[in-house]
DNA sequence: TGAAATTGCGAGTATATACACTGTTTTCTC
DNA sequence: GAGAAAACAGTGTATATACTCGCAATTTCA
C-alpha cells in the first residue's frame, strides 16, 4: 500500500471511529459536570458512585460494579478514596468474603450539598436536547452497551 | 429532607446521569475496542492519535490536540508512549516553542497491523445500528460537546 | 466429608485524563 | 527596542480505568 492510501485509511479511522466519538463526548461531559461539582468538593465519578451506593445500600462491591458497570478493581480503589474522605463505610458481611458499602452522615451530606450543582449540570444538557431526543440517545447508549457485552 | 427522600433523590441521580450513561458507553466501548486490537499491541487511544497524527502530520502538539478534543497535557504524556515505543518522533519546529509529531515507519506498521482488526470492532458496532442510526447519534455526540464549550 | 470449582476481593502494573503551575520563546505595543 | 502579552510546551499531583495474578471463603459434588 502507499503512502498516501495509508494516510487515507488513517484519517477514516480517526474521523469516523465511535470509540472515539464516545470517549471525546465523554470527556467533554466529564468536565462539565466537574466545573459544575466543583464546589462540592464531589466529582462526577464519585457523585455517581456515592448515589449509587445510597439507592443500593447496604450493598457488597461487585453488586455494585455490576450496577454500574465499572470493572471490580477499579471500584474498589474509587470506593478507596470515598472512604479516606470518610464518605461511605466499607464493613465485612456476613459472607466473609465480602465488604458492604454503607454511605455515612458524612457522605450524605456530600450527596445533598452536589445534588442541585449536578442537577443544573444535567438541566443544561437535557433542555437543550429536549426530553425526545434524550430518551432516544439514552436508547442509543445502551445499545452501544449491550453491542459489546454479547458475543 | 428525610431519608427516603434523599435515596430517591440519589436513585434519580444515578439512574439518569447523562455524564454516567456516556461514560458507562466509553468505558464499554473502550474495552470492546481494546478487546480486538490487542494483538496488535496498540490500544484504541493509541490506535486513534497515531492515526490522527499520520493524517495531519507534520502536526503540533496543541494543534493535534486541539483536533482530537483532548487537554494538550494529556496527549503531551500519552505522545510521551508512542515515542518510547518508536512509533512517533518529536522534532523541535522552526518556532522553538513547538514540537513536530511525525509518525515513524514502525509507527505506520503499527497502524497497517491494527487497522483491519479496528474495522472488525467498527464494523461490528455500525452494521448493527446501520447507517441512519448511526449517523444521528455520532450528530448527537457533537450536539453534546458543543453544549460543554460554549458558556 | 474432602477435593474441586466458584465466588469475592485486593495488589501490581500500566494507561488515560486533566487542573494548576512554571518556563521559554515569540509577538505585540508604545 | 524594551517591556508586556500571548503562545507553546512540560511537570506535579490527583483521579479514573482495567488487566493479570493471587488469596481466602464458600459452595458443589463425587
Redesign the interface.
Known amino acids: ?1 502507499d503512502r498516501r492510501k ?2 487515507e ?3 477514516i ?2 474521523t ?18 466537574d466545573e459544575k461539582l466543583r464546589p462540592s468538593g464531589l466529582r ?2 464519585q ?2 458512585i ?3 451506593a ?2 443500593l445500600e447496604p450493598v457488597t462491591i461487585s453488586r455494585l460494579a455490576e450496577a ?4 471490580r478493581t477499579t471500584l474498589t480503589r474509587n470506593l478507596r478514596l470515598l472512604e479516606k474522605h470518610g464518605l461511605i463505610r466499607l464493613t465485612a458481611g456476613k459472607d466473609r468474603r465480602q465488604r458492604e458499602i454503607t454511605v455515612t452522615a458524612d457522605g ?1 451530606r456530600a ?2 450539598k452536589a ?1 442541585p450543582l ?1 442537577r443544573e ?2 438541566v ?3 433542555s ?2 429536549g426530553p425526545k ?2 430518551q ?3 436508547g ?6 449491550s ?3 454479547q458475543e
Open positions: 500500500m495509508r494516510a485509511k488513517a484519517r479511522a480517526f469516523t471511529c465511535a470509540c472515539h466519538h464516545i470517549r471525546k463526548a465523554s470527556r467533554a461531559l466529564t468536565q462539565f459536570y462526577v465519578t457523585f455517581n456515592l448515589g449509587a445510597l439507592a454500574i458497570v465499572t470493572d450524605r450527596l445533598a445534588y449536578w449540570a444535567q443544561h444538557i437535557l437543550a436536547l431526543r434524550w432516544r440517545l439514552l442509543e447508549l445502551s445499545t452501544l452497551v453491542l459489546t457485552r
